[in-house]
Structures are given as C-alpha cells and as structure tokens.
C-alpha cells in the first residue's frame, strides 16, 4: 500500500538523527523499539513519503502508539515540529487505521452534552451501589451525581472554560477555581454547552477536521475579548492552537486570549495582593506535570508558583516523561499506557509524598486508576484558601 502523508518537506528534513529525544520520549523507554521512538517515526515517514517503503501495518502501529507528549519536542536541539508531523500523519491515515469501539463511541458522546450528561449519571449511580468494578472503565472512580452549578457575575472579567469531561466528571475542580476567583474578587462567566468540547481528544485521535468543527463551535460561542481560563492542560493546549489549526486571524486572535488559570493567576495583581505569609509546616505534595502543560503551553512552573506559598513541592525525578494518559492514548493502548504509568508510579514513590497534583482530568484518572492519592493543583489551593476563612 503506497500513499503520501503530504508532510512539510522541511519539518521532515529539520531531523537529524542525533537521538538526544530518546531519553524523553515515554514509548522508546519502555519498550526501547526504535520505531516507537520520534526518531524512528520520522524515518518511516520520510520512507512512506518518499515512497521507499510501503503504508503497512507495523508503519500504522508506530504513529498509533506515539503518546503526542511532545517530550522530544522540548530536547529537540534542531527544533524539530514533531507535534505537527505526527499530528499530520495520523490524519493521513486516518482512512487505514482500525480504531476501537471504545474509542469511536468515546469521540461520539464527546460532542453529544446531553448523553454524557445522562450516561455519567447512570454511571455515577451504578458506582455507589457498587455495580462497577472501581477499574474497569477510564473514568473517575467516582464520578459526581449532578453536573457542576455554577454562579457567574454580570458584568465578567474572565471566562472559565468548562468543556465537555471536566465539567460531568471533575466538576469539584471548576469549582475549586471559581472559589478561588471568588476569594480574590474577581467575576467570572463560564463557557457552558454552547462552547461545549474544545476537540482535543478528536485532534490526538487524527480526526483533525471534527477538531476543526468543534474549534469553530468554541469560537463563535465566545466572541468578546476578555481571557479565557482554562482549568484543563489538555483543553488549554488545543485552544492556544487554534490559531495554527485554522490558520485564520479570528483564530489566532482567539488563541492569544487563552490562558491556563495558573499562569493567569500567578500573574494577576489581586492575586499577588492578596498572597498569605508561608505556613509553617506546610504538608508536601508531589507535583507531576502533564505533557500539555510543560511541553506544549510551557506553563508548569505557574503551577509551582501558585503552590509555593501553600505546600512544599517536591519533584519526581524522570524529567517530566509522560504518565501514560496521553489524551484517549490509555483508551487505544490500555498496555502500553499501563507499562508507561508504571515508570510513573516508580518515580512518584521514589519522591517520598502521599498527595499528587496534577492538571490534567486524562493524568489525575489515569493515575487515581493506579490507587495514587491525586488532586488539580487549583484543589489544594482553594482549600487553604476556604481553611483560612474558616479560622479569620
């Protein structure tokens, strides 16, 4: 089977083989094949495109198990738009891949608010009478019986972005950030159904043109011009691409009002105005990055800043290397993406913590599934902040 993948001519050439991403790629250290590796994919890439070798199977199942981390991209020396090629390839091959049940009707339900809504429930039901094996969905081990109920200002001055899974599934943490908002005086609306999936998952998956759609939903659903918070590492990260996923102004626009509520945070006046002294004896926490945060939007020290006045943060010592989540990775390669959280699990109790802290709905699930003690940052935040109030 020959095909072109209709790949940059200099994003595929910027490589030069020099292996420094290796270490950083999750896929490679695990199961140390070099065609799971960004290296040996863009060699097969450059092979497929230049027709030297044909579209086969075991090509298909390299781009299949690539995570999308991006790790390689921050060791790249070269600079290397890995994210863009594999982005583009598995669109390519979007027409020659088998993707799983599971997977498809995921993707469905995603855009469809009102069946999530009502299948979580179900779901959320069936959990408390015990009906559910704890592990045997990729879902919270307890999901929340109703949806988050949110109070909004009429006269806003930042918009948090609830999505699809965040808003059904992890409510408790968009709660925790409009808390904090609240506590330093700052009025706030919320995306809701009419912005609704930002794409992100669609987009990992390959089904580039349904991310398309539902990035153009988002947009036209948010017109004014004021920030747009995002509580969510993977969300945040495909709306701050919008602009190079539709290639038009309005997008582009859209994406420079997009903002990871750490970073918006750290970096606002009545935040800084309002920071406590440091308690004493401040518990620890264990910070694990996710792949969206640090490799795509470069917004994980915000995450440490923001905490530093609360905890002490300690960290792992892999480097940042992908948990294994990787958006609807764990759902397409459940043994891979076990294998990979088991480097993860290794490092976390080789840090010396109890409480981990991520930001990101695909980590914080994945690795709860694994019996680790986990909360959004924002989480652990808003309760020293609704503590302080308790005791003024």
Not at 120 to 143: D, E, M
Not at 214 to 229: F, N
Request: charged share 20%.
């Amino acid at each position: 089977m020959n095909t072109s993948l209709n790949l940059d001519k200099d994003h595929l050439t910027a490589c030069i083989s020099c292996g420094l991403c290796l270490p950083h790629c999750p896929t490679y250290q695990t199961t140390q094949d070099e065609s799971r590796s960004p290296r040996g994919r863009i060699s097969l890439m450059k092979g497929v495109e230049n027709g030297l070798i044909p579209l086969s199977k075991e090509v298909v199942e390299s781009m299949d198990t690539c995570v999308q981390c991006l790790g390689c991209e921050t060791a790249c020396p070269s600079g290397v738009q890995y994210g863009e090629l594999i982005a583009q390839t598995r669109e390519a091959l979007s027409d020659h891949r088998k993707v799983s049940f599971q997977l498809r009707v995921g993707l469905w339900i995603l855009l469809h608010t009102r069946i999530l809504l009502v299948g979580s429930r179900v779901l959320a039901v069936l959990q408390r009478l015990k009906l559910v094996p704890a592990k045997a969905l990729p879902v919270p081990s307890r999901i929340p019986l109703r949806r988050g109920r949110y109070v909004q200002h009429d006269d806003p001055e930042v918009i948090l972005f609830t999505g699809c899974v965040m808003d059904v599934w992890l409510s408790q943490v968009h709660e925790a950030a409009l808390s904090v908002l609240d506590s330093i005086g700052i009025r706030y609306m919320i995306s809701g159904n009419q912005a609704g999936c930002c794409g992100a998952l669609h987009s990992h998956a390959g089904f580039r043109s349904t991310a398309k759609k539902q990035a153009l939903q988002v947009i036209s659903a948010l017109p004014t011009d004021l920030p747009i918070l995002v509580d969510s590492a993977g969300c945040g990260a495909v709306l701050k691409e919008y602009g190079n996923l539709l290639g038009t102004e309005e997008a582009k626009i859209f994406s420079s009002r997009v903002y990871d509520i750490h970073e918006w945070l750290i970096n606002d006046p009545k935040w800084r105005e309002s920071l406590p002294l440091r308690r004493p004896g401040s518990k620890k926490v264990i910070v694990q990055d996710p792949c969206h945060l640090r490799h795509v939007q470069k917004a994980h020290e915000s995450v440490r800043e923001l905490l530093t006045p609360f905890v002490d943060c300690l960290e792992l010592d892999d480097e940042g290397l992908c948990c294994g989540a990787g958006g609807a990775f764990s759902v397409d390669q459940p043994e891979l993406a076990k294998d990979i959280r088991d480097k993860k699990l290794k490092s976390i109790q080789r840090a010396g913590g109890h409480l981990v802290v991520s930001a990101n709905p695909g980590c914080m699930i994945h690795l709860e599934s694994a019996g680790v003690e986990i909360l959004h940052p924002i989480q652990v935040v808003a309760e020293y902040i609704d503590g302080r109030k308790d005791h003024e």
